[in-house]
């Protein structure tokens, strides 16, 4: 059975650093792109970025591009997003999905991120 | 941010028909394949059509999906209080970008 599982809540200040991650297991890891995507309150789905677990190719849409990195870890089948110095506006439900071809086919629990002084 | 447009809402009684429209451009969904996500309250979307008309493994044939140009469709017959949920039409533009569009949210009357 396939499944992405997301790593827990968090609830971080402005400035603070954070790295959320994702884990892949039923499938083979390293064959099948990962994307992010960001969930703001209330709010429609937008695409952050992919990653191909193999060689690390990773791609970042426009608006996500500088703001946060991408990344995977192969060996442990999980995949990352992270921030350097988060912003209130971070604040939002992130998720994980694989790629099973040009379309989402397995997606995390989804992950929130709460971003408050 | 979204470049896909998509309806707000769209509502009908239980055993109607709804279709939502998805609209885009030669740069997404003119020259890339189009699914469609459900989003029910509270849990992550799921995939319920890709490339354009096929259903995954699951997906009842009460969903369809159609795509011509740069428009796409998803109809859902047989409309149940179970479909109350947001839908989204996603797809990939000339810069390998995903995109998705507004968001629809079906209420059953």
């Known amino acids: 059975e396939v499944q992405l599982v997301q790593s827990g809540a968090e609830v971080k200040k402005p400035g603070e650093s954070l790295k959320i991650s994702c884990k892949g297991s039923?499938?083979?890891?390293?064959?099948?792109?990962i994307g992010w995507v960001r969930q703001m309150p209330g709010k429609g789905l937008e695409w952050m970025g992919i990653?191909?677990?193999?060689?690390?190719?990773?791609r970042y849409s426009p608006s996500f591009q500088g703001q946060v990195t991408i990344s995977a870890d192969k060996s442990i089948s999980t995949a990352y997003l992270q921030w350097s110095s988060l912003k209130a506006s971070d604040t939002a439900m992130y998720y994980c999905?694989?790629?099973?071809?040009?379309?989402?086919?397995?997606w995390g629990q989804g992950t929130l991120v709460t971003v408050s002084s | 941010q979204s470049v896909l447009t998509q309806p707000p809402s769209v509502s009908a009684a239980p055993g109607q028909k709804v279709t939502i429209s998805c609209s885009g451009s030669?740069?997404?969904?003119?020259?890339?394949?189009v699914s469609w996500y459900q989003q029910l309250p509270g849990t992550a979307p799921k995939l319920l059509i890709f490339?354009?008309?096929k259903r995954p493994s699951g997906i009842p044939d009460r969903f369809s999906g159609s795509k011509s140009g740069t428009s796409a469709t998803l109809g859902i017959t047989g409309l149940q209080t179970g479909d109350e949920a947001d839908y989204y039409c996603?797809?990939?533009?000339?810069?390998?970008?995903?995109?998705f569009g507004t968001g629809t949210k079906v209420t059953v009357l």
């Open positions: 999905a694989r790629l099973g071809g040009y379309e989402s086919d397995y």
């Open positions: 039923g499938y083979s890891f390293t064959t099948y792109w």
């Open positions: 990653i191909y677990p193999r060689d690390s190719d990773t």
């Open positions: 030669s740069s997404n969904i003119g020259n890339n394949y």
């Open positions: 490339e354009n008309n």
């Open positions: 996603g797809t990939w533009d000339s810069s390998l970008s995903g995109v």
